[in-house]
């Protein structure tokens, strides 16, 4: 499944925020926000004419060919 990076970094962002306002600093554990982290997911839908993945939330798309390119070389 292909996410978004702008939205999934948007709501990670949200999540460190909230983490660090909620938990007390001694009581901080890498390994809990990153179980929030893995919680976050923004599929992004494929278009059937461009064959480019789409946002739907944000409009952010991401050619699939552009990493086809990035491969061959």
């Known amino acids: ?3 978004c990076p ?6 990670k962002k949200k999540i460190l925020t909230k983490y ?3 938990v ?4 901080r554990d890498r390994q809990d926000l990153y179980k929030l982290y893995d ?10 004419n461009t064959k480019n993945f789409i946002c739907k939330k ?8 552009k990493f086809q390119i990035l491969d061959t070389n």
């Open 6 to 11: 702008e939205c999934t970094a948007r709501a």
């Open 24 to 27: 007390e600093e001694e009581d």
């Open 39 to 48: 919680e976050v997911e923004i599929p992004m839908e494929m278009d059937k």
């Open 20 to 22: 660090e306002e909620e």
């Open 58 to 65: 944000c409009g952010y798309m991401h050619q699939e060919n």
């Open 1 to 3: 499944m292909v996410v």
